[in-house]
């Protein structure tokens, strides 16, 4: 994978009054486009709002990348920079989502980027991208968290049934969280997705600054619902594969939860749609009764509106799951578990999602969703309306540049009284 940066040269208006936009640099661990995962979703659609602001964006990246994926970047930043990772020279006692993501080749781009005084304010997104930025700023930091991470790997580590796997899982967690909370005391602002995980991270860090900038909506008004009358037979599991909580959510779909569905309806469908399906996936999918692997999709709505229920049954996240977001958007039922409903809550208590943790309840939950169209129908629409009173994508952006301008006023205010950065 080769090193790709490349420059616009369109002018960016101002964002205040000063006549000066503000200078952006924003520092991830993938491209944010195209947006094809809940992570990617969030950045493009916060990014391409930031009206007024000048960002140049650093990224690393896992996987090979197409250039031609910076145009569309291009149209919102001032220049775009891409690196592959280098994990082989990590520290080998690192935490692994930092050795992960270890890129000298960025942190150095990073550090001319900061050098430069072309910056105001750096945004990283993820605290094992905050590593690329190291030392002194002398600007604002804002750390945007779309998980918690170390809460994930105590998800992991609970789910494991070998007591050595458990151990190690728990040890990997633990150094996760001192690292984690250590990027979260050089912030000066901290972003959660939700109001649980930014409770959760003010208990461990409690003299940092935590905000939300929610997962933002965009809803879509004319969508076929789903038929009040007749038998459904459709389910829908829609995801990025290559996040392993994803892929751990697929396993225990295809060997917990669905052989229970079929048994209630033996011609349910299962459909797995999304992006980057190990052989792992396509092999259990082919010898599981009724499961119809069709890989990533060129638009999200097409499988949507082909299914009667969708299904989240994630046992391991954080944060809002997009995925839920856009099946809502459509106006599909969904039967989620309670990872998968977080930050939902309104919806849930609007009766809008089907909530169900153990596989038994789960199952049953989606078989008596496929033969009772009524229902099904009535959970969408209940659903479909709570989701109009989500935050949008472009109130989410607002919070984000209210974030920033009391970020530069507050450090401008700091520099007026000769206090460090």
């Not at 998800?155 to 070998?162: E, G, S, Y």
């Not at 391991?316 to 309670?338: M, N, Y």
């Not at 609007?350 to 009524?374: C, I, K, Q, T, W």
């Amino acid at each position: 994978m080769r090193t790709d940066t490349h420059t616009a040269a369109e002018a960016i208006p101002p964002m205040t009054g000063s006549g000066q936009p503000l200078r952006l640099l924003f520092v991830t661990t993938h491209l944010p486009f195209p947006p094809r995962s809940g992570g990617r979703v969030r950045e493009w659609e916060l990014l391409r709002r930031l009206d007024g602001v000048e960002i140049r964006l650093v990224a690393c990246s896992k996987e090979p990348f197409d250039p031609a994926d910076r145009a569309a970047l291009l149209e919102h930043c001032r220049s775009v920079d891409v690196f592959p990772v280098d994990p082989h020279r990590a520290p080998p006692t690192a935490p692994a989502l930092l050795r992960r993501h270890w890129c000298p080749a960025a942190a150095s781009v990073v550090r001319d980027r900061l050098g430069s005084g072309q910056i105001d304010l750096v945004h990283v997104e993820g605290f094992h991208a905050e590593q690329l930025v190291s030392g002194q700023l002398g600007m604002p930091l804002v750390l945007a968290e779309q998980n918690i991470e170390y809460q994930l790997g105590n998800q992991r580590a609970a789910l494991a049934v070998d007591k050595r796997e458990r151990r190690a899982l728990r040890a990997e967690a633990k150094a996760t969280k001192v690292a984690e909370v250590a990027a979260w005391r050089r912030a000066r602002v901290c972003i959660t997705v939700t109001e649980l995980d930014r409770r959760t991270a003010q208990r461990a860090a409690p003299t940092t600054n935590f905000e939300v900038v929610p997962d933002g909506v965009t809803p879509i008004a004319a969508v076929d619902g789903t038929s009040p009358e007749g038998r459904g037979s459709t389910v829908l599991f829609l995801a990025n594969y290559a996040y392993e909580p994803n892929l751990d959510a697929a396993r225990h779909l295809c060997q917990n939860i669905w052989p229970r569905v079929r048994a209630r309806n033996a011609s349910a469908e299962l459909v797995l749609a999304g992006r980057a399906p190990p052989e792992e996936l396509r092999a259990l999918a082919h010898a599981t009764a009724g499961v119809n692997l069709v890989g990533e999709v060129d638009d999200v709505a097409s499988p949507l509106r082909g299914a009667d229920v969708v299904v989240c049954p994630l046992r391991i996240g954080g944060g809002v799951k997009v995925k839920v977001l856009e099946a809502l958007a459509h106006r599909r039922c969904i039967v989620t578990t309670s990872i998968g409903a977080q930050g939902l809550e309104e919806v849930v208590t609007a009766g809008g999602l089907g909530v169900a943790d153990d596989p038994e309840h789960f199952a049953a939950m989606v078989a008596s969703y496929l033969a009772n169209g009524r229902a099904r129908a009535e959970v969408a629409e209940r659903g479909h309306q709570a989701a109009q009173r989500l935050p949008t994508w472009d109130e989410a952006a607002e919070r984000l540049l209210g974030i920033y301008r009391r970020c530069v006023a507050d450090q401008m205010g700091r520099i007026d009284a000769g206090v460090p950065a």
